[in-house]
């Protein structure tokens, strides 16, 4: 039996196949490829056998040997009820995936995972990667794990944590005087590297997808009314949508697919506005700035099926204020104990705007998918810490 099923890449705008076993980055179109899968060899029921990792899903993902698979343990985080918070909000039913609890302590970890596995497989050994910081930490992680060198270009306005992350495990650092789409021409510069830029490889967004497998396999194969996502590249939204398609083709999952919900800061809306517009992709936005770090992304490379799987979903797109997403996360730890990250705060000012307009009900059950650990953002750690008598 193989241990993926994985079949080819396919284009979503064009159509176009290609094959899956060489080394490969964009469609000559210039979309982003997605990996597709044949009938695989197992059922629902074979999992409970399975290490709690992501690699649980093996058939469904795109490394073709277990030799191959780079992994530090990560996935299958708990998906917690937020009890007191939620009925705070009138959310009964609400919960939290809480990726702050996975290796680099986002969920990049799950991307660069898969990606740095089935980068070894097809022959990578050198890989470089503009980054807002998260993913960065994340696929120079993975690619010490793997024995790969990586170049990891950052703004030099993203966290000293994730900078020291990189160095720490032997990548190279490059400080970039500028925004992540700066950082994006200086590794299209450098020659002799893969390009793991975001989407711009097939195999990020199928570490990413196992988000949306585990919510469904951890509600019993039952889906929740709404599933709200921080949305910067948009591969996390687009991977649980494209989890959620690949289940049901199944038959694993059925009826109606989860509402899905694009959240951004109003400092980085490209997605938002384009989603208000009408639009089926998005413009630049300008002079981009936010708390939120990991979802200043001026204009995403999957915008168009960030738009088409909320559209499809009967979802929407959302942007809250900074000061909201600091207030809520401040809430969220006082409330539940749980210091998440401000992207992850984001959901919770939107999901409490949804709640006030009646787009979410009181009997909506609803998952917010907290994307990191609030320990990774000393600043907003202070703000938190100005804003009570303890220091944090
Ligand atoms: C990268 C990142 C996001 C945005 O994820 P995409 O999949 O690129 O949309 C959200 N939250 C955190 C903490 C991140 O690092
Ligand atoms: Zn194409």
């Not at 890449?9 to 080394?23: K, V």
């Not at 009890?83 to 609400?94: H, K, N, P, Q």
């Not at 997808?209 to 929740?224: D, R, V, Y």
Request: glycine content about 10%.
């Amino acid at each position: 039996m193989a241990f993926s099923a994985l079949s080819h890449l396919e284009c979503p705008r064009c159509g176009a196949t290609h094959d899956a076993d060489q080394i490969i980055g964009l469609c000559p179109c210039g979309s982003p490829l997605l990996a597709r899968y044949g009938v695989p060899a197992f059922d629902k029921a074979d999992l409970a056998s399975r290490a709690p990792d992501l690699w649980r899903y093996h058939e469904l993902l795109p490394v073709r040997s277990p030799s191959n698979v780079v992994t530090l343990g990560e996935g299958m985080t708990p998906l917690l009820p937020m009890t007191r918070y939620g009925a705070s909000i009138g959310v009964e039913r609400l919960l939290m995936k809480d990726e702050g609890l996975i290796p680099t302590g986002t969920f990049k970890a799950r991307g660069a995972a898969v990606g740095v596995s089935r980068a070894y497989e097809v022959g990578v050994r050198k890989i470089a990667m503009p980054t807002n910081g998260n993913a960065g930490s994340a696929w120079a992680a993975y690619a010490a794990r793997a024995g790969m060198e990586a170049l990891i270009a950052m703004p030099i306005a993203a966290p000293e944590i994730c900078r020291r992350e990189v160095t720490a495990v032997g990548a190279r650092l490059q400080l970039i005087d500028g925004l992540i789409g700066d950082a994006a021409a200086y590794v299209r510069s450098q020659s002799g590297y893969f390009d793991a830029s975001t989407l711009k490889e097939p195999y990020r967004i199928e570490g990413k997808k196992t988000m949306g497998l585990e919510i469904a396999e951890q509600l019993g194969w039952s889906l929740p009314d709404v599933i709200v996502y921080p949305t910067g590249g948009g591969v996390g939204i687009i991977g649980i949508w494209k989890a959620l398609t690949e289940l049901r083709d199944l038959g694993w999952i059925s009826g109606p697919l989860p509402r899905l919900v694009a959240v951004q800061s109003t400092g980085c809306a490209p997605i938002v506005r384009a989603w208000e517009k009408g639009l089926t992709e998005s413009e630049p936005w300008p002079d981009a700035r936010t708390v939120a770090f990991g979802i200043t992304v001026p204009k995403a490379l999957g915008d168009f099926l960030v738009l088409q799987a909320i559209t499809e979903t009967g979802g929407c797109a959302v942007a809250v204020d900074d000061a909201d997403i600091l207030a809520e996360q401040h809430l969220v730890a006082r409330l539940e104990g749980a210091f998440i990250c401000p992207e992850g705060a984001a959901n919770f000012a939107a999901i409490r705007t949804l709640r006030d307009s009646g787009w979410i009900t009181a009997d909506d059950q609803v998952v917010a998918l907290n994307t990191g650990a609030g320990l990774k953002y000393p600043e907003t750690c202070s703000a938190l810490a100005g804003r009570t008598t303890h220091a944090c």
